[in-house]
């Protein structure tokens, strides 16, 4: 259990030097209040009795038409007190997301509103997840969210029809294929615009000692951020942060380490 511990710590050093190299002050200012909750997460659920952890690995998809989102989750869930039935937990996911044509919308409010239009979009990334859970003979039912995490992937070339009824800054850019990337340090996603990252609710079935099924719903969202050669590439209303949410059935296979 220990040994699980120092890895999973280890991993998520490393993730967080990525997101603090990458960050400017106001996203330092997220890391920082989203660290306190995970450390207050990690005293709530682990400071109890350790012998009531559970831990696991999760490997299935996301799927809608031809758009997919894959995971590997690995998981650790402590019971709570007393209450053996119900459970929090910390995990690490690597996740993905490909999909065809899509398009993304910047956060201002409509008719101001930016899109830019894909072909199609790929990101992968890695993320430090909490969850809460409730325990039922052989089946766990509950919900996941990332905290913090890192993401990356191929640049995209995106379409930028414009507002050509009134012009703004971006207007060199009207109808024009802007180059941008997936948004780097992202951080509650689930709550907050503009960054990558995944959720789900689920039921996680273990059929036998060493396998089990989990099905369920993700709720993710795909963040993209404008930038060349030159740097930062401003559109209308000076935005360069894009994103779109999905949502879409989820099937996986669970195999528990530790019982």
Same mark, same amino acid.
């Given at each position: 259990?220990?040994?699980?511990?120092?890895? =999973?710590?280890?991993?998520?050093?490393? @993730?967080?030097?990525?997101?603090?190299?990458?960050?400017?002050?106001?996203?330092?200012?997220?890391?920082?209040?989203?660290?306190? +909750?995970?450390?207050?997460?990690?005293?709530?659920?682990?400071?109890?009795?350790?012998?009531?952890? =559970?831990?696991?690995?999760?490997?299935?998809?996301?799927?809608?038409?031809?758009?997919?989102?894959?995971?590997?989750? !690995?998981?650790?869930?402590?019971?709570? $007190?007393? +209450?053996?039935?119900?459970?929090?937990?910390?995990?690490?996911?690597?996740? $993905? !997301? !490909?999909?065809?044509? #899509?398009?993304?919308?910047?956060?201002?409010?409509?008719?101001?509103?930016?899109? +830019?239009?894909?072909?199609?979009?790929?990101?992968?990334?890695?993320?430090?997840?909490? %969850?809460?859970?409730?325990?039922?003979?052989?089946?766990?039912?509950?919900?996941?969210?990332? *905290?913090?995490?890192?993401?990356? $992937? %191929?640049?995209?070339?995106?379409?930028?029809?414009?507002?050509?009824?009134?012009?703004?800054?971006?207007?060199?850019?009207?109808?024009?294929?802007?180059? #941008?990337?997936?948004?780097?340090?992202?951080?509650?996603? +689930?709550?907050?615009?503009?960054?990558?990252?995944?959720?789900?609710?689920?039921?996680? @079935?273990?059929?036998?000692?060493?396998?089990?099924?989990?099905?369920? !719903? #993700?709720?993710?969202?795909?963040?993209?951020? #404008?930038?060349?050669?030159?740097?930062?590439?401003?559109?209308?209303?000076? =935005?360069?942060?894009?994103?779109?949410?999905? =949502?879409?059935?989820?099937?996986?296979?669970?195999?528990? *380490?530790?019982?």
């Amino acid at each position: 259990m220990i040994r699980m511990l120092r890895t =999973e710590c280890r991993i998520f050093s490393k @993730i967080l030097l990525l997101l603090i190299e990458h960050a400017n002050l106001t996203e330092m200012k997220i890391i920082i209040h989203t660290l306190v +909750l995970a450390l207050f997460l990690t005293h709530w659920a682990f400071g109890q009795n350790n012998n009531r952890v =559970e831990a696991g690995i999760d490997v299935g998809t996301g799927f809608k038409s031809n758009n997919w989102a894959p995971s590997v989750l !690995y998981h650790e869930d402590a019971a709570l $007190g007393r +209450l053996s039935w119900l459970r929090a937990g910390l995990g690490i996911r690597a996740w $993905g !997301y !490909y999909g065809e044509a #899509t398009d993304l919308i910047s956060q201002a409010g409509a008719p101001s509103a930016n899109v +830019l239009k894909y072909r199609r979009v790929s990101t992968n990334g890695v993320s430090f997840v909490a %969850s809460v859970s409730i325990k039922v003979w052989r089946v766990d039912i509950g919900a996941n969210t990332d *905290i913090i995490g890192a993401s990356f $992937g %191929s640049n995209r070339k995106a379409n930028y029809p414009g507002n050509a009824n009134s012009p703004g800054l971006g207007s060199t850019y009207y109808d024009q294929w802007v180059a #941008t990337r997936p948004v780097i340090f992202n951080s509650l996603p +689930l709550f907050l615009n503009n960054y990558n990252g995944q959720s789900e609710i689920y039921a996680r @079935i273990r059929l036998t000692r060493g396998a089990g099924v989990k099905i369920g !719903y #993700t709720f993710g969202q795909l963040a993209y951020v #404008t930038k060349n050669n030159d740097g930062k590439v401003l559109l209308d209303n000076r =935005e360069r942060r894009f994103s779109s949410r999905y =949502e879409m059935p989820y099937v996986a296979i669970t195999f528990p *380490i530790l019982q």
